[in-house]
C-alpha cells in the first residue's frame, strides 16, 4: 500500500476495528496494513490514546485492548467492514452517507453481535480450534450451550452466519452470529476442518431464466437487467449458500407467486440444486 493515500484518521478507524471486533490491535497489525514503520504505528496508537485516554489500554502481554467500558459501544462500529477485511485484507475507511443532493441511501437496523463472541471465533478459526458458546435460535428459544468448530464467515442478506461443525447436530451448520449467547470460550485444536466439509466444498450451478408467464417486452426487462446470455443467468456458488442465494433472488422452487411481475426470475434446474435446499 501507498503510505500517502492513508491519513492518521483512517489508521485510527482501523486501529478501532480491530481493537473492537479481533479484540486487541498491536504495533504490527498498522505496520502490516499501511507498510508504516514499527515507531509509525507506536505513534499512531501513543495519538490515540492521547485523544481518548478512557479507551485503550495496554495489555500485560503487549497488545492494546478496548475498555470494558467502551466495548458497550459496538453497534456504533460495523462488523461487516471487519469480516470483510478478514476476508480479503482490504480496509476501506467508512464513507459519509450520500447527502440530499446525490440520493438517499436505504438503512437497515443492525442485529446486534458481541464484539467478545467475534474476537473468540476469529481466533478459533485462525488457530483451528474448537469453541464453547451459548446460542438460542427460533425453534429453541432456550439459552444451550454449544460446541462449534468454525471455520468461515458467511454473509446472507441482512444477517451474517459462522459455519463449521456443530457438535450437538453432529454435522457441518450454520450458526446466526446475532443469535450467540454469553461469553465465548476458546477450547482445544479441532479435527473437523473445512477441508471435511462437503457440502461447502461443492460447487453447484444455478440456471435462471425471466417468468415466462411474462410477455415478451417484460422478458426483455428482465433480460437487460442481469445482461443475460441467451435469456439465462449461470451463477455458481458453494452448496451451502445455494438457499441462501435463491432467497436473495427472491426465486421460489416450490411454487410460483401469484403474478408473474412478483415472480420475475425462475430457477430452470431446481432438481440440481433441491439436495441443498433447508426445506426440501
Same mark, same amino acid.
Request: charged share 25%; glycine share 4%; with cysteine.
Given at each position: 500500500?501507498?503510505?500517502? *493515500? #492513508?491519513?492518521?484518521?483512517?489508521?485510527?478507524?482501523?486501529?478501532?476495528?480491530?481493537?473492537?471486533?479481533?479484540?486487541?490491535?498491536?504495533?504490527? $497489525?498498522?505496520?502490516?496494513?499501511?507498510?508504516?514503520?514499527?515507531?509509525?504505528?507506536?505513534?499512531?496508537?501513543?495519538?490515540?490514546?492521547?485523544?481518548?485516554?478512557?479507551?485503550?489500554?495496554?495489555?500485560?502481554?503487549?497488545?492494546?485492548?478496548?475498555? %470494558?467500558?467502551? *466495548?458497550?459501544q459496538?453497534p456504533?462500529?460495523?462488523?461487516? #467492514?471487519?469480516?470483510?477485511?478478514?476476508?480479503?485484507?482490504?480496509?476501506?475507511?467508512?464513507?459519509?452517507?450520500?447527502?440530499?443532493?446525490?440520493?438517499?441511501?436505504?438503512?437497515?437496523?443492525?442485529?446486534?453481535?458481541?464484539?467478545?463472541?467475534? %474476537?473468540?471465533?476469529?481466533?478459533? *478459526?485462525?488457530?483451528?480450534?474448537?469453541?464453547?458458546?451459548?446460542?438460542?435460535?427460533?425453534?429453541n428459544?432456550?439459552?444451550?450451550?454449544?460446541?462449534?468448530?468454525p471455520?468461515?464467515?458467511? /454473509?446472507?442478506g !441482512?444477517?451474517?452466519?459462522?459455519?463449521?461443525?456443530?457438535? /450437538?447436530?453432529?454435522?457441518?451448520? $450454520?450458526?446466526?452470529?446475532?443469535?450467540c449467547?454469553?461469553?465465548?470460550?476458546?477450547?482445544?485444536?479441532?479435527?473437523?476442518?473445512?477441508? $471435511?466439509?462437503?457440502?461447502?466444498?461443492?460447487?453447484?450451478?444455478? *440456471?435462471?431464466?425471466?417468468?415466462?408467464?411474462?410477455?415478451?417486452?417484460?422478458?426483455?426487462?428482465i433480460?437487460?437487467?442481469?445482461?443475460?446470455?441467451?435469456?439465462?443467468?449461470?451463477?455458481?456458488?458453494?452448496?451451502?449458500?445455494?438457499?441462501?442465494?435463491? /432467497?436473495?433472488?427472491?426465486? /421460489?422452487?416450490?411454487?410460483?407467486?401469484?403474478?408473474?411481475?412478483?415472480?420475475? !426470475?425462475?430457477?430452470?434446474?431446481?432438481? $440440481?440444486?433441491?439436495?441443498?435446499?433447508?426445506?426440501?
Open positions: 500500500m501507498n503510505l500517502t *493515500i #492513508h491519513t492518521l484518521q483512517e489508521r485510527h478507524l482501523f486501529l478501532e476495528m480491530l481493537a473492537l471486533w479481533q479484540g486487541y490491535i498491536r504495533n504490527k $497489525d498498522l505496520v502490516d496494513q499501511f507498510v508504516i514503520t514499527r515507531q509509525q504505528a507506536y505513534q499512531d496508537i501513543r495519538a490515540y490514546q492521547e485523544r481518548y485516554p478512557e479507551r485503550l489500554n495496554k495489555m500485560a502481554s503487549g497488545p492494546y485492548q478496548f475498555s %470494558a467500558q467502551y *466495548i458497550y459496538a456504533k462500529h460495523s462488523l461487516e #467492514h471487519y469480516l470483510q477485511w478478514l476476508s480479503t485484507g482490504q480496509f476501506y475507511a467508512p464513507q459519509p452517507a450520500l447527502n440530499s443532493v446525490l440520493g438517499e441511501q436505504c438503512s437497515v437496523p443492525q442485529r446486534y453481535v458481541s464484539p467478545q463472541v467475534i %474476537a473468540v471465533l476469529t481466533d478459533a *478459526i485462525r488457530q483451528q480450534k474448537r469453541v464453547e458458546l451459548g446460542y438460542v435460535s427460533l425453534s428459544p432456550e439459552w444451550q450451550g454449544r460446541i462449534f468448530h471455520h468461515s464467515f458467511i /454473509k446472507t !441482512l444477517r451474517w452466519h459462522m459455519r463449521g461443525y456443530c457438535e /450437538k447436530s453432529q454435522d457441518y451448520r $450454520d450458526l446466526v452470529l446475532s443469535r449467547r454469553g461469553e465465548a470460550e476458546l477450547l482445544d485444536a479441532s479435527e473437523h476442518t473445512k477441508d $471435511d466439509d462437503q457440502v461447502w466444498n461443492t460447487q453447484v450451478d444455478l *440456471i435462471f431464466a425471466p417468468d415466462p408467464r411474462l410477455n415478451e417486452a417484460q422478458r426483455e426487462v433480460v437487460h437487467d442481469y445482461q443475460m446470455d441467451n435469456g439465462q443467468l449461470h451463477i455458481t456458488t458453494r452448496a451451502a449458500l445455494v438457499d441462501y442465494l435463491l /432467497k436473495e433472488m427472491q426465486v /421460489k422452487t416450490q411454487y410460483l407467486e401469484g403474478i408473474p411481475e412478483a415472480q420475475q !426470475l425462475i430457477l430452470l434446474n431446481p432438481r $440440481d440444486v433441491k439436495p441443498w435446499l433447508f426445506d426440501r
